[in-house]
């Protein structure tokens, strides 16, 4: 452990992250915003990591507080897997909360990434997720079974993919039975067109 006393301030902990981290952070910013009806002040720090540095990082800020895992997000961004862990630390702190986002990439020839559990079990939901909804293999997850995905769904299909992995090919509009037989119409954001172009 480390003698820092929490609550830090909004640069002292994005100095603290680079120095601990290093070489592993390739690229940090921190932002403040207002959000909801009140204009809540909001602190974020967003870290792109290396892969090989990911479990460093969030060791790192394991070792200021056990940090409160509320989600991963993830994206298919073309060649790689964007995954993002939105942590939030020194939270028993009104006012001084700071969102914590480690944005870490897969290529899609390798989407592997080492599990976090043994550091906080509580991710064993969002890593199980993205394994079935983009492909991501987690290395050690402790249970690998499907969450959402009905066993008979396609192994090889993942909804959050938009290549050939994706679901282009089994999504279709069904909004009446006239539309139900059509063909998928789902757009690729990448392609800049339809699924049947």
């Known amino acids: 452990m480390n003698n820092i006393q929490l609550p830090l301030e909004l640069d002292e902990m994005k100095e603290y992250l680079e120095q601990k981290i290093g070489d592993g952070v390739d690229e940090i910013y921190t932002e403040e915003i207002e959000k909801g009806l009140n204009n809540t002040p909001m602190k974020l720090i967003w870290l792109k990591i290396k892969r090989d540095e990911f479990r460093k990082a969030v060791k790192t800020i394991s070792e200021l507080q056990v940090p409160h895992l509320s989600v991963t997000s993830g994206s298919d961004i073309g060649d790689d897997i964007e995954l993002i862990y939105h ?39 969002t890593e199980r997720e993205k394994q079935e909804f983009l492909g991501v293999e987690v290395i050690d997850i402790p249970d690998s079974r499907r969450l959402w995905l009905d066993e008979v769904f396609p192994e090889d299909k993942y909804p959050w993919r938009w290549d050939d992995k994706g679901m282009e090919d089994r999504s279709r509009y069904v909004h009446d039975e006239e539309e139900a037989n059509d063909p998928p119409i789902v757009k690729n954001p990448r392609s800049g067109g339809d699924s049947d172009e």
């Open 87 to 125: 942590f939030a630390v020194n939270y028993g702190y009104p006012g001084d909360e700071i969102s914590i986002n480690l944005k870490v990439h897969l290529p899609k020839e390798d989407p592997t990434i080492s599990t976090i559990t043994d550091i906080i079990p509580g991710a064993i939901t």
